[in-house]
Nanobody, 122 residues
């Protein structure tokens, strides 16, 4: 079973930046597309960014131009660089492997980690 450990969240002012990391256990990391997801209070979890095993990326319209997803297969780690943060980005952020590398639909493969809280507030 693959496990994920997300880190890098925190409290940041609007317009600020954060870099999230997700470390995955298991040697199958490089086989699948990886996604970053977020869940705000009272809302469903949504996929915001994906990166395929070959490095192709997709983004939700709400984060396009502000967030950048990347992966390091040698380190079994996926990153999310978040710039120009807005209060509506406040959520718990998770990562997972996903059979669907595009935004809008998800087929996550493994159990969810504990996530990392991102709070954007002045």
């Amino acid at each position: 079973q693959v496990q994920f450990v997300e880190s890098g969240g925190g409290l940041v002012q609007p317009g600020g930046s954060l870099r999230l990391s997700c470390a995955a256990s298991g040697s199958i990391f490089s086989r699948y597309a990886m996604g970053w997801y977020r869940q705000a209070p009272g809302k469903q979890r949504e996929k915001v960014a994906t990166v395929t095993s070959g490095g192709s990326t997709n983004y939700a319209d709400s984060v396009k131009g502000r967030f950048t997803i990347s992966r390091d297969n040698a380190k079994n780690t996926v990153y999310l660089q978040m710039n120009s943060l807005k209060p509506e980005d406040t959520a718990v952020y998770y990562c997972n492997a996903d059979l669907i590398p595009t935004i809008g639909r998800s087929w996550s493969l493994y159990s969810w980690g504990q996530g990392t809280q991102v709070t954007v507030s002045s």
